[in-house]
């Protein structure tokens, strides 16, 4: 699929079309092998999509040359758009970069829209997802979603523009 100025942004996907949606982010220097047999393992239960982010592996450099977060961000809404263009849920599982391209989505999204799960850290995978608007999903919300030890944001239903 093409992005927002141009550039080429590769998309692989497992899993019954019809299936709840799950998208995955990886982090900087990676790809999408990055996930291993992640996508196969979910997807009896899921549409798992992983895309390359813009400069790395199969993706085209940024026509541009713009690597912000922002391009990033606006090459996520893409993709989002691209996977739910009826604008339903999504699921999107970040890793390290990737949360960062997430929040700056969630950030620059309109705020009326539907709620994110945020959490961060080990204790994510104990105890449930905390339920927060896309306010408390911005950088520098320590307790809630870019704190230490990593950071997992899932959009709840996360729409384009």
């Known amino acids: 699929m093409t992005s927002f100025d141009g550039t080429r942004i590769a998309l692989s996907s497992w899993g019954p079309a019809d299936a709840p949606r799950l998208l995955l982010v990886h982090g900087l220097g990676l790809s999408t092998e990055s996930w291993g047999t992640v996508p196969q393992r979910l997807s009896d239960r899921y549409r798992v999509t992983a895309y390359d982010l813009r ?7 940024a026509r541009s040359g713009d690597y912000t977060m922002s391009a990033h ?9 691209h996977v739910t263009p009826e604008r339903g849920p999504v699921v999107v599982a970040v890793h390290s970069l990737g949360g960062g391209i997430l929040l700056t989505h969630l950030d620059a ?12 850290g080990p204790a994510a995978r104990a105890s449930p997802l905390l339920d927060c608007r896309r306010a408390a999903c911005r950088r520098g919300s320590s307790n809630r979603c870019g704190g230490p030890g990593g950071t997992r944001c899932a959009a709840a239903s996360a729409s384009a523009g």
């Open 109 to 120: 999204s309109p705020t009326t829209g539907s709620p994110a799960r945020c959490s961060s």
């Open 55 to 61: 400069g790395h592996a199969q993706s085209g450099d």
């Open 73 to 81: 961000a606006r090459d996520l809404d893409a993709v989002l758009t």
